[in-house]
């Protein structure tokens, strides 16, 4: 496990050459990443979310394609379709956007219903269906979706059982003073983009994502997970809760935390870190408490202070 942390290191200071600053952020992606999870990037234009996905495809040597998500994008623009071959009559496969390892759903709430939900089946079973047939999408399969926060006329609020499908929902946010001055040299002449080069292959990111998997969660652990979740069904300022899914997907995140941090098992501290990006999004807020500005984050916030740590890693 010793190898983790340095390939991590390197990782990120890639990624970092397009992206100033935020490493939680790159490693909260590199954790969905290795636990073959999604991410819903919810923020502002301009803060660099379409960069992060192409800087972290770069990165790690794997195939990316962006889908500029506007209400004429059909779900057969997604999955693909079959069309006939004009030399023997035969129907033929055409392979729909999602057809790569990371895929960049830009602006996802921009279409309609329809076309998100032809993006589930890929996201949950990690293959598509068309015509009756199935195939399988590439591995390693991240979707990274970005939606504004701000701007809500022409939109399609994207409906819970999609929004359950991520794994978290992060936030880049604005940069600090200094960091905004390094943005300006760096792209003052050039986009550092262009001149990136991966640090590792798809097919690493593959093997590790089978080690991440076997990272060990101990009972202790699981129970505290469980507690964690439960609780926010019976939060005061909660009408729905976390579903087994998102306690299922707390676990997975806090074994990437624990993989990327170089170790074999997880501990409290793991499941405490991604607790917040994992949960948040699945709670649906009572509208009495969002008029008191009770945010989502703040009921997963007040669940952890709740909420005791195993004895035993105390």
Same mark, same amino acid.
């Given at each position: 496990?010793?190898?983790?942390?340095?390939?991590?290191?390197?990782?990120?200071?890639?990624?970092?050459?397009?992206?100033?600053?935020?490493?939680?952020?790159?490693?909260?992606?590199?954790?969905?990443?290795?636990?073959?999870?999604?991410?819903?990037?919810?923020?502002?234009?301009?803060?660099?979310?379409?960069?992060?996905?192409?800087?972290?495809?770069?990165?790690?040597?794997?195939?990316?394609?962006?889908?500029?998500?506007?209400?004429?994008?059909?779900?057969?623009?997604?999955?693909?379709?079959?069309?006939?071959?004009?030399?023997?009559?035969?129907?033929?496969?055409?392979?729909?956007?999602?057809?790569?390892?990371?895929?960049?759903?830009?602006?996802?709430?921009?279409?309609?219903?329809?076309?998100?939900?032809?993006?589930?089946?890929?996201?949950?079973?990690?293959?598509?269906?068309?015509?009756?047939?199935?195939?399988?999408?590439?591995?390693?399969?991240?979707?990274?979706?970005?939606?504004?926060?701000?701007?809500?006329?022409?939109?399609?609020?994207?409906?819970?059982?999609?929004?359950?499908?991520?794994?978290?929902?992060?936030?880049?946010?604005?940069?600090?003073?200094?960091?905004?001055?390094?943005?300006?040299?760096?792209?003052?002449? *050039? /986009?550092?983009?262009?001149?990136?080069? +991966? $640090?590792? &292959?798809?097919?690493?990111?593959? =093997?590790?994502?089978? !080690?991440? %998997?076997?990272?060990?969660?101990?009972?202790?652990?699981?129970?505290?997970?469980?507690?964690?979740?439960?609780?926010?069904?019976?939060?005061?300022?909660?009408?729905?809760?976390?579903?087994?899914?998102?306690?299922?997907?707390?676990?997975?995140?806090?074994?990437?935390?624990?993989?990327?941090?170089?170790?074999?098992?997880?501990?409290? *501290? /793991?499941?405490?870190?991604?607790?917040? +990006? $994992?949960? &948040?999004?699945?709670?649906?807020? =009572?509208?009495?408490? !969002?008029? %008191?500005?009770?945010?989502?984050?703040?009921?997963?916030?007040?669940?952890?202070?709740?909420?005791?740590?195993?004895?035993?890693?105390?």
């Amino acid at each position: 496990m010793s190898d983790i942390p340095r390939l991590v290191q390197e990782i990120k200071q890639n990624v970092q050459k397009v992206i100033v600053g935020k490493d939680d952020v790159i490693e909260l992606m590199l954790i969905a990443l290795l636990c073959e999870g999604h991410v819903l990037i919810e923020d502002v234009p301009g803060v660099g979310k379409t960069s992060l996905a192409s800087a972290l495809a770069r990165s790690v040597g794997c195939s990316y394609r962006r889908i500029q998500f506007t209400p004429d994008v059909l779900p057969s623009d997604i999955t693909g379709f079959s069309a006939p071959d004009l030399k023997t009559g035969a129907f033929e496969y055409r392979p729909g956007m999602v057809m790569s390892q990371i895929v960049l759903a830009d602006e996802i709430n921009r279409t309609s219903p329809k076309t998100q939900s032809s993006l589930l089946e890929a996201m949950e079973e990690r293959q598509v269906t068309v015509d009756g047939v199935t195939r399988p999408v590439p591995r390693p399969f991240l979707v990274l979706a970005t939606q504004n926060p701000v701007e809500y006329i022409g939109t399609y609020p994207l409906p819970e059982a999609q929004l359950d499908r991520f794994l978290m929902r992060v936030s880049i946010g604005y940069p600090s003073l200094s960091q905004q001055i390094d943005i300006l040299t760096r792209y003052a002449h *050039d /986009d550092p983009r262009e001149t990136l080069t +991966p $640090v590792t &292959s798809a097919d690493e990111i593959a =093997r590790l994502i089978t !080690r991440t %998997r076997a990272v060990h969660c101990a009972p202790p652990i699981k129970e505290y997970i469980a507690s964690l979740t439960a609780r926010t069904r019976l939060h005061e300022h909660v009408s729905l809760g976390v579903s087994p899914r998102g306690a299922l997907y707390l676990m997975r995140a806090a074994q990437g935390s624990a993989f990327i941090a170089g170790r074999d098992y997880v501990i409290p *501290d /793991d499941v405490q870190k991604v607790c917040v +990006p $994992v949960l &948040s999004h699945r709670l649906m807020v =009572r509208p009495e408490a !969002r008029i %008191r500005d009770m945010t989502a984050e703040r009921v997963v916030q007040s669940v952890m202070a709740m909420t005791d740590v195993p004895a035993s890693y105390r």
